[in-house]
């Protein structure tokens, strides 16, 4: 085999293991992704307080993918999440964050409400009975 083939596969292989190693990097939890969730999580709790639902779901659903064990930013999530109607994902949301943080006195006020709400929803959406 001549050696300017061998050298062209050396240096491929060696460019595939860095491209390889660079995305490993990429999914690798830095000091970066905190701070990221940070600021979409303080956006998106100003977007709901100015009653810009959809847009303060969307900045959570940012900051749950950047730190997804947040309880706060899970907690942040389902109350969005039942502003705009997506009940069976606050659910899920509020459920997460009571098993990562079940003190949390904040999350647990919220999940009686929601709870509270939900049950009411799920009454109202029953079955009704027609009289004959």
Do not use: H
Not at 28 to 33: F, I, L, M, N, V
Request: hydrophobic share 40%; proline share 5%.
């Amino acid at each position: 085999m001549p050696d300017f083939v061998r050298q062209s596969r050396r240096i491929l292989a060696t460019s595939v293991l860095f491209a390889f190693a660079v995305s490993l990097a990429g999914c690798a939890s830095t000091p970066g992704d905190a701070a990221g969730a940070a600021d979409q999580k303080s956006y998106g709790a100003k977007m709901a307080q100015k009653g810009f639902w959809r847009e303060a779901l969307f900045r959570f659903e940012r900051a749950s993918k950047l730190a997804p064990e947040d309880p706060e930013i899970l907690n942040n999530l389902a109350v969005a999440s039942e502003a705009v109607g997506e009940t069976a994902r606050a659910l899920a949301a509020y459920k997460r964050a009571l098993e990562l943080r079940p003190d949390d006195a904040r999350i647990k006020r919220n999940y009686a409400r929601f709870a509270e709400y939900y049950t009411s929803l799920q009454r109202a959406s029953g079955p009704t009975v027609t009289p004959k």
